[in-house]
């Protein structure tokens, strides 16, 4: 069982940052894929990234990359998500998901996911 907390949302103007953690319960999780996942009003959730189990492998929506960073740190059990350049269409609601089946071909599915946070909401105003 892994439980997860974001942290770290808030507004924003465009073109500002936002660093967005997610700590996670569990003495297993340096085994789980981690992913962040966003919700904006009347759409559906999408995929923004994900990170391997030991950081070294990391996957972004084309919408988010070179702008955004995920990294994690096993010891603290916390994956980040580093927000630069933001745009107004970057607003939602951000969540956290973990999961021990990861697929290079499904990462993006948020089904791949067992567990999921509570979200943190980020606003960008232009």
């Known amino acids: 069982q892994v439980q997860l907390v974001e942290s770290g949302g808030g507004l924003v103007q465009a073109g500002g940052s936002l660093r967005l953690s997610c700590a996670a319960s569990?003495?297993?999780?340096?085994?789980?894929?981690m992913g962040w996942f966003r919700q904006a009003p009347g759409k559906e959730r999408e995929f923004v990234a994900a990170?391997?189990?030991?950081?070294?492998?990391?996957y972004y929506a084309d919408s988010v990359k070179g702008r955004f960073t995920i990294s994690r740190d096993n010891a603290k059990n916390t994956v980040y998500l580093q927000m630069n350049s933001l745009k107004p269409e970057d607003t939602a609601v951000y969540y956290c998901?973990?999961?021990?089946?990861?697929?290079?071909?499904?990462?993006?599915?948020?089904?791949?996911?067992?567990?999921w946070g509570q979200g943190t909401q980020v606003t960008v105003s232009s």
């Open positions: 569990g003495r297993t999780f340096s085994s789980y894929a």
């Open positions: 998901a973990a999961t021990n089946t990861f697929s290079r071909s499904y990462y993006s599915h948020s089904y791949q996911y067992n567990y």
């Open positions: 990170i391997r189990w030991s950081g070294n492998n990391t």
